[in-house]
């Protein structure tokens, strides 16, 4: 499942670049679907929906835990994101400190699960993290530079942004789930009182 998961989120990386590259040299950014600047492209939804997936794995894990509640609470919180991401997108400063409560929240929940399965989440975060980072720092570099939605420089920092993000969220999901073998083996093999 791990290799399913980060086989998932390598192809639509790579997906999200061939289809940007594609819709900027050939179609000079006409295709709003492909265009990952937008965030109603197919990419920008496929980023919504693993994010969500991250949500509900993170629900699931809850219902078998003795962390139930800590599960739940990251369930929640990263629902309420994938909610004002789609109704205010590029809202990224906005949503700072409940981003940061999520990610402490996985690190922490995450922290004894199999080594696959927490590389795999450490991973997740550090690509959500480099996003959020070109996403904030980049885009001002990128302008006061004086480029623009329509040259390379802005097209290789929607490229890193958006496909480091989508990644991340599909391998923070998969991480999450491949850690529930773990916390399940850790639950049966404790002694009976």
């Known amino acids: 499942m791990l290799v399913a998961g980060v086989a998932l989120a390598l192809v639509a990386f790579v997906a999200q670049v061939v289809a940007q590259i594609v819709d900027f040299t050939v179609y000079d950014l006409r295709i ?17 929906a693993a994010e969500l997936a991250m949500a509900c794995t993170a629900a699931f894990r809850g219902f078998e835990s003795e962390h139930r509640g800590r599960w ?6 990263s629902g309420a994101l994938v909610a004002v991401r789609a109704a205010y997108p590029g809202t990224a400063l906005a ?7 999520v990610f402490i929240l996985v690190w922490s ?13 450490r991973v997740a975060l ?13 885009l001002k570099i990128v302008n006061s530079l004086g480029y623009h939605g329509n040259s ?3 097209q290789v920092k929607s490229l890193l942004k958006h496909g480091s993000e989508l990644a991340g969220w599909t391998l923070l999901a998969t991480g999450i789930l491949g850690g529930r073998a773990g916390s399940r083996q850790r639950s049966n093999s404790a002694p009976a009182l």
């Open 32 to 48: 709003g679907a492909l265009n990952s600047n937008v965030d109603s492209s197919v990419f920008g939804r496929l980023s919504l």
């Open 72 to 77: 739940l609470v990251l369930a929640a919180i």
């Open 95 to 101: 949503v700072a400190a409940p981003v940061a409560v």
């Open 109 to 121: 929940l995450t922290s004894i699960d199999p080594e696959r399965a927490r590389t795999i989440v």
């Open 126 to 138: 550090f690509l959500l993290a480099f996003s959020f980072l070109v996403h904030v720092v980049g």
């Open 152 to 154: 390379w420089p802005y």
